[in-house]
């Protein structure tokens, strides 16, 4: 693991499928176990280039999500490396059992692609938002779960995904996301990045949230406030260390996540502080909602996702500190 | 005897006898999924002692060819095949459902050697044994994938879905059976929620299709040889059956989808299967 933070955040010209795509392409090459699937939005994922340098390894089942994910299973048990893809709310409402039995309870190593999470489906609106695949995956025993972060994370972690055993639920951003790692940083399932440090809140962020985690931070660095900045990029397994270590260090601790605040992050962190480091908690998400449809801007304004929110939090868990 | 008539009778003791275990594991529990292990007995003798080429010592063979018990319910029925082909120890049929056994009610590839899908969740294993297929083919092999699937499972719309991929990609070593026995849980399939026409719909979505008496050993040997003699379409083998077929108390009736296996029931059938079984074996003998 060896990454830099590059501030100040700008947002990337390269969109995250792209760099999925190139990273899958670059897989393939090297490894003939590599398969990709999809319920006909390999267009909308941009993998388009993939089915065509690998015809014979890209299966595009057609609008059938549960037939894929057996598929993939089928797939796996025979040792091939399966990636399978849909938009997030399909990947884990619509085939949650497909993915429990076939997949994960009968230990099956597919990877699976959950796009479009939360407010970034924007205009496909509320049926496509999904605010609930973390705390379904999260569920399932086994099932790790990861969400990069930026283009240089998606480009670390498609290999790593790839041979971490077991189900891996990968989720993905397809356009552009802020930039907040140095070009060819390195990351590790299940560690925690340490973005920026802190003593008196931490705001522990995932995907979307960590670069207003980061601008936060600073608007919070202006009022005096010291706040460390942690990236979760890895669901579950959480890094329980670094939560306990937050919440014994800075007594205070926000959670940030494009997700509701039950069943994602704010669960999982809360769940960790509460048995081994009790500490103030606030968790910024959203609040037991359905989604709606509008742009990017509107929606983390109108769900509280934005830096001024987070800051908001992270005062509010300082005062609770008492 | 004619060869033809020797081979029946041979394959007709095999059921036999995988009838026997079957009830055997479920009474030492004292209740399981009876009904729908016996209407698959007769396809299991086929597939374990006529037509699948399996390895026992080498039960992940990679050419060997697969077999996907979709209905993950009719487990009993496979592992009596497996401890006859010495996949699996005899004693360990006992232990079925047992605390940390590796025989579960439903198949398990993680737990029992020569399983190839975990299934049990109904809809999913036929998708499972897509993916194998085109695993299979990708590898370039001429392996054969076998599927069973239930009549009541079939009303999962999964079964359509993989139903039409497999017709789409000409999936021409794929043989699924269907157990026909017209009961599920609730009642007739009939009733419930008919299946109509099966066999006309497997082929509107691009299959061959067949169907036989499944309870007719060289029909269904024959229907597989019939699959096997081309690689265009993925077939469909309706196989018409009767739910707990071998044992007349529990014999076609919905309840036995999971019923008891008491002492009394144990003893009036088992002795009955036991004559059979001398009865074939004396023919065999001549």
């Known amino acids: ?322 | 005897m004619t060869e033809l008539e020797r081979k029946r009778k041979t394959l007709e003791l095999r059921a036999a006898e995988i009838r026997r275990l079957t009830l055997g594991q479920i009474h030492k529990v004292g209740i399981g999924h009876l009904g729908g292990s016996l209407s698959v007995a007769d396809l299991l003798a086929v597939l374990y002692f006529d037509k699948m080429r399996v390895d026992p010592k080498n039960p992940k063979w990679a050419d060997r060819d697969r077999l996907v018990m979709s209905k993950g319910h009719a487990g009993p029925a496979v592992y009596a095949c497996l401890a006859m082909r010495g996949f699996i120890p005899m004693e360990q049929l006992d232990t079925l459902n047992q605390p940390y056994t590796n025989l579960p009610s439903h198949c398990d590839m993680n737990r029992t050697p020569g399983i190839d899908m975990t299934t049990g969740s109904l809809g999913q294993g036929i998708s499972c044994a897509m993916g194998i297929a085109m695993a299979c083919r990708a590898d370039g092999r001429e392996n054969n994938v076998y599927f069973v699937c239930g009549d009541g499972e079939t009303q999962e719309g999964q079964i359509w879905e993989a139903a039409m991929f497999a017709g789409h990609r000409k999936l021409g070593r794929v043989i699924g059976f269907l157990d026909y026995n017209r009961l599920q849980i609730d009642g007739t399939t009939d009733d419930i929620c008919s299946l109509e026409s099966p066999a006309k719909k497997y082929e509107a979505f691009g299959w061959r299709t067949e169907e036989i008496d499944g309870h007719d050993v060289i029909a269904i040997s024959d229907a597989i040889e019939r699959a096997r003699a081309q690689a265009e379409k993925p077939t469909m083998i309706v196989m018409h059956t009767t739910k707990g077929k071998g044992v007349p108390e529990i014999e076609n009736q919905a309840s036995n989808h999971n019923c008891n296996v008491n002492d009394a029931l144990y003893a009036a059938a088992s002795a009955r299967l036991d004559s059979e079984i001398a009865a074939l074996k004396e023919v065999l003998a001549q």
């Open chain 1, 1 to 322: 693991m060896s990454f830099t933070v590059q501030m100040p955040i700008t947002e990337s010209t390269t969109e995250m499928r792209a760099a999925f795509c190139e990273a899958m392409l670059s897989l393939a090459e090297k490894d003939e176990r590599i398969f990709l699937l999809d319920a006909d939005l390999m267009g909308a994922m941009g993998t388009k280039p993939f089915a065509k340098a690998y015809p014979e390894r890209t299966i595009d089942c057609g609008i059938q999500e549960a037939n894929m994910i057996g598929v993939a299973a089928g797939l796996s048990a025979e040792g091939k490396i399966p990636f399978a893809h849909t938009f997030g709310v399909f990947m884990s409402r619509r085939v949650c059992d497909q993915i429990f039995i076939s997949c994960a309870y009968a230990k099956q190593n597919v990877k699976l692609v959950g796009s479009d999470p939360g407010i970034t489906a924007a205009l496909n609106g509320g049926t496509h938002m999904a605010f609930e695949d973390l705390g379904i995956m999260r569920t399932i025993p086994g099932v790790t779960i990861v969400e990069p972060t930026d283009i240089a994370m998606i480009r670390d972690l498609v290999p790593k995904i790839a041979y971490h055993p077991g189900v891996v639920y990968l989720r993905l951003v397809r356009r552009t996301c802020p930039v907040v790692y140095g070009d060819g940083s390195t990351f590790e399932i299940g560690k925690a990045n340490l973005l920026r440090d802190g003593k008196d809140v931490t705001i522990i962020a995932m995907g979307y949230c960590v670069s207003g985690a980061l601008k936060a931070a600073e608007m919070l660095a202006e009022e005096g406030i010291s706040a460390r900045v942690i990236d979760m990029f890895t669901l579950k397994p959480i890094d329980r260390e670094a939560v306990i270590k937050a919440a014994a260090e800075t007594g205070a601790i926000v959670t940030a996540e494009n997700h509701n605040i039950i069943g994602g992050l704010g669960s999982a962190v809360a769940e960790v502080i509460a048995e081994d480091a009790p500490a103030a908690l606030v968790r910024v998400g959203i609040d037991d909602r359905f989604g709606i449809v509008g742009l990017r801007p509107f929606l983390a304004e109108e769900f509280g996702l934005e830096a001024k929110h987070i800051a908001a939090a992270a005062r509010k868990a300082i005062a609770k500190k008492g």
